[in-house]
């Protein structure tokens, strides 16, 4: 350290990790706020590496800010990160159940993320039909091919969406839970994650899409007619079937509601 900087209140921090040596000034923050992604980064190469798993406790706060020459406090913004990502669950105390504990909850943080991305409107809506058409379509053909398929909950959506008196947004809910049921049912809980991450996305547009639709109750008919074909086609195992289906059952709504110039593609 100069004299210039004793006189200015610079103290240099130097981290040091496998094979890297970081230093950074504790002033002009620039150290300070990359501080707690040094400890994401810590627990993200433990992660990988299978130091720590599912079940495992993270080190302690005072352990972790020892070890990685970091704030205490930039190791509780690091762990609140992880915890909204649903990595980790944390529990206050100095009993055997305190701490942070490794839970990867599969669908928790990637939803969360994908449903704060779609509320800023980070995503444009062709790329969300596009992204929907490439997920629907491995949902569909996974379940298709499975011979222990279960669609039980699609097909309690469907009996729901038969009632009588429902009001368009109550039954565009349903269709959107009708999507993500089968989705869930696919057993790929990365897909789930993100059709549920999604979900509210697609539920909102294609209510917004609803109102330039002449003939709701005509069009709900429609949408009834073809989710239950899609269903038959996925529950007698005609995985080409399901596809086309899916595919012409949601370009063929975004067309008719006006949200499309064109048929979306794969």
Same mark, same amino acid.
């Given at each position: 350290?100069?004299?210039?900087?004793?006189?200015?209140?610079?103290?240099?921090?130097?981290?040091?990790?496998?094979?890297?040596?970081?230093?950074?000034?504790?002033?002009?923050?620039?150290?300070?706020?990359?501080?707690?992604?040094?400890?994401?980064?810590?627990?993200?190469?433990?992660?990988?590496?299978?130091?720590?798993?599912?079940?495992?406790?993270?080190?302690?706060?005072?352990?972790?800010?020892?070890?990685?020459?970091?704030?205490?406090?930039?190791?509780?913004?690091?762990?609140?990160?992880?915890?909204?990502?649903?990595?980790?669950?944390?529990?206050?105390?100095?009993?055997?159940?305190?701490?942070?504990?490794?839970?990867?909850?599969?669908?928790?943080?990637? %939803?969360?993320?994908?449903?704060?991305?779609?509320?800023?409107?980070?995503?444009?809506?062709?790329?969300?039909?596009?992204?929907?058409?490439?997920?629907?379509?491995?949902?569909?053909?996974?379940?298709?091919?499975?011979?222990?398929?279960?669609?039980? #909950?699609?097909?309690?959506?469907?009996?729901?969406?038969?009632?009588?008196?429902?009001? /368009?947004?109550?039954?565009?809910?349903?269709?959107?839970?009708?999507?993500?049921?089968?989705?869930?049912?696919?057993?790929? /809980?990365?897909?789930?994650?993100?059709?549920?991450?999604?979900?509210?996305?697609?539920?909102? $547009?294609?209510?917004?899409?609803?109102?330039?639709?002449?003939?709701?109750?005509?069009?709900? %008919?429609?949408?009834?007619?073809?989710?239950?074909?899609?269903?038959?086609?996925?529950?007698?195992?005609?995985?080409? #079937? #399901?596809?086309?289906?899916?595919?012409?059952?949601?370009?063929? $709504? $975004?067309?008719?509601?006006?949200?499309?110039?064109?048929?979306? /593609?794969?």
């Amino acid at each position: 350290m100069t004299p210039a900087d004793s006189v200015r209140g610079v103290a240099h921090v130097c981290v040091v990790r496998p094979h890297e040596v970081r230093c950074g000034q504790t002033t002009g923050g620039a150290m300070t706020e990359r501080a707690w992604k040094v400890v994401l980064e810590r627990i993200e190469r433990d992660l990988l590496d299978g130091r720590l798993g599912p079940g495992d406790r993270l080190p302690s706060e005072r352990d972790l800010a020892s070890d990685l020459g970091v704030g205490r406090s930039s190791v509780r913004e690091a762990l609140r990160v992880l915890e909204v990502m649903g990595l980790i669950r944390t529990a206050t105390g100095s009993g055997p159940q305190s701490g942070a504990i490794v839970i990867a909850t599969p669908s928790g943080g990637l %939803s969360a993320l994908l449903r704060l991305q779609v509320a800023a409107q980070g995503f444009a809506l062709r790329d969300v039909v596009r992204t929907r058409l490439v997920l629907e379509d491995a949902v569909v053909t996974a379940l298709a091919s499975d011979e222990m398929r279960d669609t039980s #909950a699609a097909h309690r959506m469907l009996d729901a969406m038969d009632a009588d008196g429902l009001a /368009t947004s109550e039954f565009l809910a349903l269709d959107a839970q009708l999507h993500l049921a089968l989705a869930e049912s696919s057993g790929n /809980t990365v897909i789930a994650a993100m059709m549920a991450g999604l979900r509210t996305s697609i539920e909102s $547009y294609v209510l917004a899409g609803s109102a330039a639709i002449d003939d709701w109750d005509a069009m709900a %008919s429609r949408l009834r007619h073809e989710h239950r074909a899609l269903i038959a086609a996925i529950d007698s195992g005609d995985a080409d #079937a #399901a596809r086309t289906l899916v595919h012409d059952h949601i370009t063929g $709504y $975004y067309t008719a509601a006006g949200l499309t110039p064109t048929h979306p /593609t794969h």
